[in-house]
């Protein structure tokens, strides 16, 4: 089994709607993220959690909401769906440790949303 | 602020032939280095990275990556290249002082020509 698993894998949806995408992980890891992916942009992060109490904005977190339900539970919210959202989202995780400052992120699948 | 630039978006090599995809990257330290690949449909997985130490740095699938400090500069290569290395791969930094963001090139495809 996959150790990041995202759901849904393809989601088309209409402007105005609520849109979750929620992911989840079985590495045991404390970090986890929520980046999109638009071509010729490279991955731009949105929101990450060190740990279940500790959430923060990324570069692009305008439009977009999250929660962190358990340790290997992050889930991401388009409060209201817009066309520019449409992009290609992946979550991913890392580990914390004292001697590494950041250590190597673990990506799930993705999920493709289109916005109509 | 840090940017890293991904020079091609796209680079087309012969089976067989040497692999070079060139990264630089804006810092006035010495950041931790990091490639990507992204195979198609799938999640980005780590090739390597470089943090202290040796410049060289050996990754899977025979890739390797030299950190050339007065370049600014964290170069991808591979010998010789093969069908099943058709993907995107992506540059990432992360500023020293900074322990969770990455900031991260704009990807370069690579395509391999049979």
Redesign the interface.
Known sequence: DADVTQTPRNRITKTGKRIMLECSQTKGHDRMYWYRQDPGLGLRLIYYSFDVKDINKGEISDGYSVSRQAQAKFSLSLESAIPNQTALYFCATSDRDPGQPLNEQFFGPGTRLTVL | AQS?TQLG?HVSVSEGALVLLRCNYSSSVPP?L?WYVQYP??????LL?Y?TGATLVKGINGFEAEFKKSETSFHLTKPSAHMSDAAEY?C?V?P?S?????I????TKLIIKP
């Open positions: 890293v978006s931790y990091f449909n799938q999640g980005l997985q780590l990275k943090t992506f990432a992360s020293s900074s322990n969770y963001q990455l991260w090139g704009a990807g």
